[in-house]
């Protein structure tokens, strides 16, 4: 089974700018989660969607956008970039939902995570 | 507000010690709590506890939850270099994922 894929792994952007990133979760998932990580504030939670629709969402602001398709894959957006949102933007995927049934098979609530993209704002 | 405290912020052992990691949390709506270890690259899972008292092992891991005293353990026996990363928890408040800033374990040969 193929594993979370993000795309693109390097990006390279200026203050001001807009950035698109993608996410494809493993085949059957529903979730997907996005997180930013920086050497000063760790693994910090974005938002998640399930099922097309954003069941939660971090303390960021408006600025951080996102989306999920039809097909469980998910875009986030970042809007006039700045230069604090130089991170590894990474997703994760699971089968279950947060809030969902916890199911004793843990690998079901277990999130997959995807290599990241790493993005630089200049 | 909810967070998750992990100590040592930094460990180095030698191959073959044993090391304990901590992880304490204050969450609203506790659901599990998850490790996972960080290399190069993005977390991998370890465990996931939701019940105190029951011992989760992986080969040379373990960990413990303990929901009266908000904490969890994970163990490592016998340490290799490939040990080596940095360990994050993270507690699920039943609406996302609150993550530790991690514990960076270095294994010297």
């Known amino acids: 089974k193929a594993g979370v894929t993000q795309t693109p792994r390097y990006l390279i952007k200026t203050r001001g700018q807009q950035v698109t990133l993608s996410c494809s979760p493993i085949s059957g998932h529903r979730s997907v989660s996005w997180y930013q990580q920086t050497p000063g504030q760790g693994l910090q939670f974005l938002f998640e969607?399930?099922?097309?629709?954003?069941?939660n969402k971090g303390n960021f602001p408006g600025r951080f956008s996102g989306r999920q398709f039809s097909n469980s894959r998910s875009e986030m957006n970042v809007s006039t970039l700045e230069l604090g949102d130089s991170a590894l933007y990474l997703c994760?995927?699971?089968?279950?939902?947060?809030?969902?049934?916890?199911?004793?098979?843990?690998?079901?609530?277990?999130?997959?995570f995807g290599p990241g993209t790493r993005l630089t704002v200049l | 507000e909810d967070k998750v405290v992990q100590s040592p912020l930094s460990l180095v052992v030698h191959e073959g010690d044993t090391v304990t990691l901590n992880c304490s949390y204050e969450v609203t709506n506790f659901r599990s709590l998850l490790w996972y270890k960080q290399e190069k690259k993005a977390p991998t899972f370890l465990f996931m506890l939701t019940s105190s008292g029951i011992e989760k092992k992986s080969g040379r891991l373990s960990s413990i939850l303990d929901k009266k005293e908000l904490f969890s353990i994970l163990n490592i026996t016998a340490t290799q270099t490939g040990d080596s990363a940095i360990y994050l928890c993270?507690?699920?408040?039943?609406?996302?994922?609150?993550f530790g800033a991690g514990t960076r374990l270095t294994v010297k040969p």
């Open positions: 993270a507690a699920d408040n039943n609406n996302d994922m609150r």
């Open positions: 969607y399930f099922s097309e629709t954003q069941r």
């Open positions: 994760a995927s699971s089968y279950l939902p947060s809030g969902g049934d916890l199911i004793r098979q843990s690998s079901y609530n277990e999130q997959f």
